[in-house]
């Protein structure tokens, strides 16, 4: 072997030594720091729950995402919100199913309906996994609880609402969510019961959104031309009275046309202030949200659960409201 190689080959072996020594350390290092973390990720919350919406970007089931994680973070709890990006049973009930087979601690959803989701949750509590029903009830089901509105109290308080602030012949139309789900059949039937007999009230048509803002508009538009009668409208979920004021205005009918709504989402205060809608029914669905993780928790340490809660629900005007507000905030909650 030549000088030359002999140096080569020396030069060769240190550099090798010195990038081993470093990848040792540095792996080392990545491991050492690594593997800690994730083992503190795991370690950091006590339970895992699931909080299956109607529907996952509606602005109202953003209030009870709110209200859960906030519980979620106090109770050392990891929260996951998934469910149908636009409101769909089977996408709803396949999302519980996914939920419940993966094990999680709890599931937290809306009883829509008897036929589907009351043998859904019956199965899941069955498997060792609680329930709790949060802003629609599965009365008939083996859920640990319920919170939320009392449905059919609210839409009585609506058709209540609606004899208090009119007089003369009234024409009503109402757009529901839907036919099928619980909450919505029995906001109708309250609001029904409360104007029943108030002979100058009729119901004209009961005609159904689906939970989306263009079919509720489609509906609005609909009713008004096939209804010229009509002067008042009940929208008996979140976004409905706010495209029925949509509707309303392009008519120029707000001055002539009664608008109740549901929730106080900011679009149907500013609808309130500027007098296109005259009254909505108030929910509390951050409260629903904490409340239904608390419970979960509590249940799961042992603790004795009520099996009902209801959450206030009351009528919202123009008057309630503060003078001046900031946008953006749901008020009322
Ligand atoms: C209802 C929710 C529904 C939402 C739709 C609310 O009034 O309580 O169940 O998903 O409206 O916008």
């Not at 996994?129 to 599965?138: E, H, L, R, S, Y």
């Not at 106080?264 to 309130?272: A, G, K, V, Y």
Request: with cysteine; hydrophobic share 40%; glycine share 6%.
């Amino acid at each position: 072997m030549s000088r030359l190689s002999i140096i080569a080959y020396s030069v060769c072996g240190l550099f090798f030594s010195v990038s081993l020594a470093f990848s040792l350390f540095y792996g080392y290092k990545v491991i050492t720091h690594d593997l800690p973390k994730e083992k503190k990720a795991v370690e950091t919350y006590n339970y895992h729950f699931v909080l299956v919406p109607e529907e996952l970007d509606n602005e109202y089931w953003k209030l009870v995402e709110k209200g859960a994680q906030d519980a979620a973070k106090k109770y050392g709890v990891l929260l996951e919100y998934t469910g149908p990006k636009q409101a769909n049973i089977d996408d709803h009930v396949k999302t519980i199913e996914m939920s419940a087979a993966s094990k999680v601690d709890g599931i937290m959803t809306q009883g829509l309906s008897e036929e589907q989701f009351t043998p859904l949750i019956n199965r899941i509590v069955a498997s060792g996994i609680p329930v709790v029903t949060v802003d629609t009830d599965a009365a008939n089901s083996r859920r640990l609880t319920y919170i939320g509105t009392d449905n059919y109290y609210s839409g009585y308080l609506a058709g209540k609402a609606l004899i208090a602030d009119t007089f003369g012949k009234i024409n009503v139309a109402i757009i529901t969510g839907s036919f099928y789900a619980n909450h919505m059949q029995q906001r109708v039937k309250g609001f029904e019961n409360a104007v029943k007999s108030e002979k100058r009230i009729n119901i004209i048509t009961v005609q159904e959104s689906e939970i989306s803002r263009v079919k509720a508009a489609e509906k609005a538009n609909q009713i008004l031309q096939d209804h010229p009668e009509v002067n008042a409208f009940f929208g008996t979920s979140a976004l409905d009275g706010i495209e029925i004021a949509h509707v309303v205005k392009k008519f120029h009918k707000q001055h002539q046309i009664y608008i109740i709504g549901f929730d106080t989402l900011p679009e149907t205060l500013n609808f309130i202030r500027e007098g296109t809608i005259t009254a909505t029914v108030v929910q509390e669905p951050y409260q629903m949200g904490y409340e239904a993780v608390k419970m979960m928790v509590d249940h799961i340490q042992g603790k004795k659960v009520p099996p009902i809660v209801h959450t206030e629900t009351r009528i919202l005007r123009k008057a309630d409201l503060p003078v001046s507000t900031q946008s953006g905030k749901a008020e009322g909650n």
